[in-house]
């Protein structure tokens, strides 16, 4: 069993407006760059805000990649959504797909600290449903990247 991966980070602002702004303008703070599956060639991560409302990533090109289905509909307090766990290695330049990947599940909760302070929580899990080869690859990147994320989206919310 590979334990759920979870952070905390604790974010400047009513439950209402974190909650709001991670699903709303999650385009604006995702580094599509380094955590997407086209790299450079994604434009921009969106989320459709309702129970069955996919998470997905838009290309340059306008082509559009699902990464996962929301699965937990609950504003302002918490939302959960399937999640493609993939596993890219970069051999003579191009990138691939480790064999093996399978659905696993993420959910964000918004924990009311008081007025203008909310605990953002993530908890991804379901590593156990990836091949070996799979659970060996993912977490620890997984592990760091949904750290940074966090990190991020408290300093977006801070610089509005």
């Not at 559009?64 to 051999?91: C, N, S």
């Amino acid at each position: 069993m590979v334990p759920p991966i979870r952070h905390a980070v604790t974010v400047r602002g009513d439950r209402e407006h974190v909650y709001d702004a991670f699903v709303r303008e999650i385009g604006t703070w995702w580094p599509t760059r380094t955590l997407s599956l086209g790299a450079t060639l994604a434009r921009e991560v969106r989320v459709e805000p309702r129970l069955g409302g996919r998470v997905y990533e838009v290309w340059h090109d306008g082509g559009e990649y699902d990464w996962g289905e929301i699965v937990v509909w609950e504003p302002p307090e918490r939302f959960a959504m399937t999640w493609e766990a993939t596993a890219l290695t970069a051999r003579s330049g191009v990138l691939s797909a480790i064999e093996g990947g399978a659905v696993t599940e993420v959910e964000i909760r918004f924990v009311d600290l008081g007025p203008s302070l909310t605990m953002v929580e993530q908890e991804h899990r379901g590593w156990e449903r990836l091949s070996a080869e799979f659970r060996c690859a993912c977490p620890p990147g997984y592990q760091a990247g949904w750290s940074m994320l966090l990190e991020r989206f408290a300093a977006h919310v801070a610089r509005r």
